[in-house]
């Protein structure tokens, strides 16, 4: 198993002290699926780093490209964009895109389906559902 981590600490503007936030993003492949993890939060100031791994892995997936949120704790809406965006890319470079919600997250599965994009993206609660799929 190929396991690759980095992860970035960030200081949010205005936040009134210079606490922290991060996303830490892993990448890994399990039975022959680039499999992206993110943990923390998505937001304006970490979308980019996530914007830049999303891409990193459907450069490197052979067909199906599995993110997994389950470790993510806030995804706002610049978050959610970069997963709209993610889909596209793998239509565009003809690879399945699959993400995991994990059971029960609601800073994930609200946000995504308040703005619909659960219409138009596939979900799963676990990774091991997510790889066993029919495609």
Known sequence: MEVARYCAAVHKPGSGHQAAEQ??????????VAVLDLAGEIDIVTADQMQEA???????????????LSGVRFLGSTGLAVL????????????????????????????????????????????????????
């Open 84 to 135: 709209a965006e993610a889909d596209s890319l793998a239509r565009d470079a003809d690879k399945l895109l699959r993400l995991v919600s994990g059971s029960g997250n609601h800073a994930v599965l609200r946000p995504i389906q308040l703005t619909g994009l659960d219409r138009v993206l596939t979900l799963f609660e676990q990774l091991d559902d997510a790889l066993a799929a029919d495609s």
């Open 23 to 32: 996303l830490t993003v892993g990448n890994r492949t399990v039975r022959d």
């Open 54 to 68: 999303v891409r990193e892995t459907i450069d490197r997936a052979v067909r199906l490209l599995v993110i997994d």
